[in-house]
């Protein structure tokens, strides 16, 4: 077992906590206070999750709605983080606080230490949980027994007195293919963020059709599965030669998503001998149309095939920087109602006009934006991220687009952007499009 002790990638931790807003994360009520006295209890509570370890989750949402999403089982290459919270470290709020927080690992009953810190510094509420500045990450290895992981953390108050500790477990497993999913599974993956399990990947990316293929002009991709799956299998890389190795007996569909993904990630690819006369052209298609997508969301919005970009990335980590990233686009209402006429067919435009294309896009990013947005507030960690976001990190100019988005939510007026997409859909081609009948050019319409 590989075991890291990593700082939180946010400096002067409980000042940022404080700052930021400490938060009751769900399933870890603030403790009650001491016997005898109104101090607030000394606690530590540890737990173990694949969220990412930036801890977005934690510290960019509203007080009481940070989310802790478990992992309680674990599979060769996989890596799961252990965090620690803390509480009861003062009086009252402005106290001066000294505490030590030391941590241990391993197999049940075989625990050893992996690292500590002592922290000072001043309070904000005592009865909030502060997220300690470093974690733990288990990476399990063919060396480890099948079995109970542990983690443990002692919390001791050095200005006060006084030693706490909490544990948590993790069972390492030998990988078994989960059933695949029913339904649409293209459709779940908007709750894959309130999940996290590698299973519940692989059971989205193994069953139904062919979801990276669309008709349309993003490469003949889906860009929003694209973006979900690259970023997924990115961080849950494991899973790869768990792939590679059911490829010879998978489904035709179930190969030609395999090859795909494999060339968005950087995968290595099948030889040839594995693979038949039509994979062969495939892979090698696909890895050509790999190579060309450039396409930066973070530097550039300039069409619909962007925000899905992000969606997927958001969806697939859960992270804040694209959730925020997503809500610039709503500064673009301002040629929302020329896009709406051009693809009503009230005002006609030239296709060969730069400066009239480029407003018509801005218009249909805006269309697209409001809808997916509004669509998605029902995401309860996207709610959270817009929440912390309109109170923390919005400039004034974009508050103004937010007053507008959401009076028009309130009202009904969100329109659906489907109704522009014939209208559009000869005006938004691009030279470096996949050939429509090439591999991975082929495919269904994506529906939205």
């Not at 519940?200 to 669309?214: A, D, H, I, V």
């Not at 296709?351 to 809808?371: E, F, H, N």
Request: glycine share 8%.
């Amino acid at each position: 077992m590989n075991v890291r002790f990593l700082s939180v990638l946010l400096s002067a931790f409980f000042c940022a906590a404080c700052a930021l807003g400490a938060a009751s994360a769900e399933g870890a009520s603030e403790k009650p206070v001491a016997p005898g006295g109104n101090a607030p209890k000394l606690s530590v509570k540890v737990f173990s999750t694949r969220q990412d370890r930036e801890c977005d989750w934690w510290f960019r949402v509203p007080p009481n709605r940070a989310s802790i999403v478990s992992a309680s089982k674990g599979w060769l290459g996989d890596r799961i983080g252990f965090f620690c919270l803390v509480s009861g470290i003062a009086e009252k709020e402005g106290d001066e606080y000294e505490i030590k927080i030391s941590m241990r690992a391993g197999k049940k009953g075989e625990l050893k230490d992996i690292g500590s810190r002592t922290l000072k510094g001043k309070i904000g509420s005592p009865n909030a949980f502060y997220m300690a500045p470093f974690s733990a990450e288990l990476i399990f290895e063919p060396s480890d027994e099948f079995g109970e992981y542990v983690v443990e953390a002692e919390l001791e108050d050095v200005k006060n007195g006084g030693k706490v500790s909490d544990s948590a477990r993790c069972m390492y497993e030998e990988w078994k293919t989960p059933p695949l999913a029913d339904g649409k599974p293209e459709a779940s993956i908007m709750n894959f963020n309130g999940d996290f399990d590698p299973r519940t990947l692989y059971r989205l990316f193994m069953s139904g059709k062919n979801f990276f293929r669309q008709a349309g002009p993003w490469y003949g991709l889906n860009p929003a599965t694209y973006s979900f799956y690259r970023h997924a299998f990115s961080k849950n890389a494991f899973l790869l030669p768990i792939l590679r190795g059911d490829f010879k007996n998978s489904s035709p569909e179930q190969r030609e998503k395999i090859i795909m993904l494999f060339a968005f990630v950087g995968e290595k690819p099948f030889e040839i001998e594995e693979l038949s006369p039509d994979e062969v052209v495939l892979q090698t298609q696909t890895r050509k149309i790999a190579a060309k997508i450039k396409d930066d969301p973070y530097s550039e919005i300039s069409q619909p095939a962007h925000l899905d970009l992000l969606w997927g990335e958001f969806f697939a980590l859960g992270t804040y920087k694209p959730a925020r990233r997503l809500l610039d686009a709503l500064a673009f209402k301002g040629d929302r109602e020329f896009a709406r006429k051009a693809a009503s067919g009230e005002i006609k435009i030239d296709p060969s006009d730069a400066d009239t294309l480029k407003r018509l896009y801005s218009g249909l990013v805006c269309v697209a934006a409001d809808w997916s947005i509004a669509s998605n507030l029902k995401n309860r960690l996207f709610n959270s991220y817009v929440s912390w976001a309109y109170a923390n990190d919005v400039p004034a100019e974009l508050k103004a687009s937010f007053a507008d988005f959401f009076k028009r939510l309130k009202s009904g007026e969100i329109e659906s952007p489907s109704k522009f997409s014939k209208r559009v859909a000869g005006k938004s081609a691009r030279k470096d499009s996949a050939a429509k009948d090439s591999a991975a050019g082929k495919g269904g319409e994506r529906k939205r």
